[in-house]
T-cell receptor, first 114, second 110 residues
């Protein structure tokens, strides 16, 4: 089983709202990722967690705040977003960060910021 | 800087018309080349990983190959359900950063 789940599927929020995206995997993977994907563009890496510790932050604005409460869960907390942050947010996981393991993606959360 | 270029940007085929998608990469110390399929509004679905030049992998109507400079995704006798965007991504010498190409949007007409 190579399933990564994400909730919610769709999210509409105002610029003053606070919301969270959730990602879950039960494959025993120790690396988890957040990506942002705009229409007709490839995914862009935002954050990487390895063994529940933040390993990579690709200079993402502080209005995006990741959290990894345990080895199966990854959250992305959103606050004071801008309309240009509207995108498909993808979570992925892999066995380990530093090996050549395949990253498996979830179905994504379609975020619209009004 | 690592670079991945996919061609063509878009490809229209008739059902049963075989073709190939190209992924050229400039990556020092390539550790893996990944192919994904993505349907509109959904997450990328893993297809293949290739690790060394000369390697080939097959799955149903798809076959991926790797040379020292490029990878090909061959589609044999495609069906309309093969319509999707195909992404390739290269893993460089360190960490887990994937360098993605812009993708090839494939449409297969019945």
């Amino acid at each position: 089983d190579t399933e990564v789940t994400q909730t919610p599927k769709h999210l509409v929020m105002g610029m003053t709202n606070k919301k969270s995206l959730k990602c879950e995997q039960h494959m025993g993977h120790r690396a988890m990722y957040w990506y942002k994907q705009k229409a007709k563009k490839p995914p862009e890496l935002m954050f990487v967690y390895s063994y529940e510790k933040l390993s990579i932050n690709e200079s993402v604005p502080s209005r995006f705040s990741p959290e990894c409460p345990n080895s199966s869960l990854l959250n992305l907390h959103l606050h004071a977003l801008q309309p240009e942050d509207s995108a498909l947010y993808l979570c992925a996981s892999s066995q380990e960060e530093t090996r050549t393991d395949t990253q498996y993606f979830g179905p994504g959360t379609r975020l619209t910021v009004l | 800087e690592d670079q991945v270029t996919q061609s063509p940007e878009a490809l229209r085929l008739q059902e049963g018309e075989s073709s190939s998608l190209n992924c050229s990469y400039t990556v020092s110390g390539l550790r893996g080349l990944f192919w994904y399929r993505q349907d509109p509004g959904k997450g990328p679905e893993f297809l293949f990983t290739l690790y060394s030049a000369g390697e080939e992998k097959e799955k149903e109507r798809l076959k991926a190959t790797l040379t020292k400079k490029e990878s090909f995704l061959h589609i044999t006798a495609p069906k309309p359900e093969d319509s999707a965007t195909y992404l390739c991504a290269a893993l460089g010498p360190s960490g887990s950063r994937l360098t993605f190409g812009e993708g090839t949007q494939l449409t297969v007409n019945p």
